[in-house]
């Protein structure tokens, strides 16, 4: 079974804040991506990674950052966080691009007050 | 630009019923159409997915059916029942790719 976990169940963090939120997956993936879920909006691409420090921005990549230093590690920053990124932050990995299907961490519920 | 639309937002349907789910893509290039199941404060999961080189697939009471020529493709689930009721996403990509692309969710109940 695969498994992807992120680090955090639930965030409450203040206006301003940097922000780490983290995510590991066991089964060796080289892929991995962080969406964001709003209400309405489905699952937005904030950015991905295809390998070990490669990173490509999403559709939303605006005051969000990466980092990947290992293979099964992806981390997703919020340098300043704002009220508009509450949101849920669901963490992803996949095996290659030829093999599709997505493998979602349980999510994060961040709340910026 | 890529774009999925999903139809409609929120679907109820009686036990035993019918549902049905569509969604509208843009990239001609697309040849990859997941769809992901999310219970309630659970992770979503693929339930099924299809192929530009078929036309239907079929796994139980779940069926995805595909349209190249209109880009389209719909998710047919029969005999629904309690525990169908989840958030259901569309979704487009093409395999070598990496990006794949999202509808809004339809929020199916399924009453008792």
């Known amino acids: 079974d695969v498994k992807v976990t992120q680090s955090s169940r639930y965030l409450v963090k203040r206006t301003g804040e940097k922000v780490f939120l983290e995510c590991v997956q066991d089964m060796d993936h080289e892929n991995m991506f962080w969406y964001r879920q709003d209400p309405g909006l489905g699952l937005r691409l904030i950015y991905f990674?295809?390998?070990?420090?490669?990173?490509e921005k999403g559709d939303i990549p605006e005051g969000y950052s990466v980092s990947r230093e290992k293979k099964e590690r992806f981390s997703l920053i919020l340098e300043s966080a704002s009220t508009n990124q509450t949101s849920m932050y669901l963490c992803?990995?996949?095996?290659?691009?030829?093999?599709?299907?997505?493998?979602f961490g349980q999510g994060t519920r961040l709340t910026v007050v | 630009g890529e774009n999925v639309e999903q139809h409609p937002s929120t679907l109820s349907v009686q036990e035993g019923d019918s549902a049905v789910i569509k969604c509208t893509y843009s990239?001609?290039?697309?040849?990859?159409f997941p769809w992901y199941k999310q219970e309630l404060g659970k992770r979503p999961q693929l339930i099924i997915d299809i192929r530009s080189n078929v036309g239907e697939k079929k796994d139980q009471r779940i069926a995805v059916t595909l349209n190249k020529t209109a880009k389209h493709f719909s998710l047919h689930i029969t005999e629904t029942q309690p525990e169908d009721s989840a958030v259901y996403f569309c979704?487009?990509?093409?395999?070598?790719?990496?990006?794949?692309?999202f509808g809004a969710g339809t929020r199916l109940f399924v009453k008792a």
């Open positions: 979704a487009e990509g093409y395999t070598g790719g990496f990006k794949t692309i």
């Open positions: 990674s295809y390998d070990v420090k490669m990173k």
């Open positions: 992803a990995s996949r095996r290659t691009a030829m093999n599709t299907e997505a493998f």
């Open positions: 990239d001609s290039a697309s040849n990859y």
